[in-house]
T-cell receptor, first 113, second 113 residues
């Protein structure tokens, strides 16, 4: 039972355009969400997070949007750069202090120069 | 400051063999965790620890043991390796919870024949 779903296994975007990565969740107990980025042969690295008390969080070129009623979040990258080519994982937790994190299956983003 | 280190990088085992995957962090983090990454499955939590002497099971704990005798080290033991345990294993640490930014090691690629 996949509680965090990333339905697009891959996405290709032209350099300079906006990349939008989507994530859906089914567990209504989740209220803290994170995005991790992973390059080949490396461990994931933290990108950005959002609490359910907010519907948007920005960090430079990265913005995460949360729609609690739809149980949906998205990561926007603008403008997209070649170094953004990586696998992006959405993850969810019952709260910030929770001991368990549930990851999605990942979306491979390719930025086309 | 080495961050999170994992050894070995690669390992091939025969079915039934046992081994220990090593993980160490030098950031004085209380929370440590082990994940496995399989194609199409994302990262799944195996075991985690919220401090020295305290461990608990994650989503897929069967076939694995952990212990946490020091803050720095969190080894993962495979008791009797099975082909289903062929995977890439990541260790991670954070200040106190899964919702904190977790720092991941580079991973161990394990093949069980």
């Amino acid at each position: 039972d996949q509680q965090v779903k990333q339905n697009s296994p891959s996405l290709s975007v032209q350099e300079g355009r906006i990349s939008i990565l989507n994530c859906d969740y089914t567990n209504s107990m989740f209220d803290y969400f994170l995005w991790y980025k992973k390059y080949p042969a490396e461990g994931p690295t933290f990108l950005i997070s959002i609490s359910s008390i907010k519907d948007k969080n920005e960090d430079g070129r990265f913005t995460v949007f949360l729609n609690k009623s739809a149980k949906h979040l998205s990561l926007h990258i603008v403008p997209s750069q070649p170094g953004d080519s990586a696998v992006y994982f959405c993850a969810a937790s019952a709260d910030f202090g929770n001991e368990k994190l549930t990851f999605g299956t990942g979306t491979r983003l390719t930025i086309i120069p | 400051n080495a961050g999170v280190t994992q050894t070995p990088k690669f390992q091939v085992l025969k079915t039934g063999q046992s081994m220990t995957l090593q993980c160490a962090q030098d950031m004085n983090h209380e929370y440590m965790s082990w994940y496995r990454q399989d194609p199409g499955m994302g990262l799944r939590l195996i075991h985690y620890s919220v401090g020295a002497g305290i461990t608990d099971q994650g989503e897929v704990p069967n076939g694995y043991n952990v212990s946490r005798s020091t803050t720095e080290d969190f080894p993962l033991r495979l008791l009797s390796a099975a082909p289903s345990q062929t995977s890439v294993y990541f260790c991670a640490s954070s200040y106190f919870s899964a919702g904190n930014e977790q720092f991941f090691g580079p991973g161990t690629r394990l093949t069980v024949l």
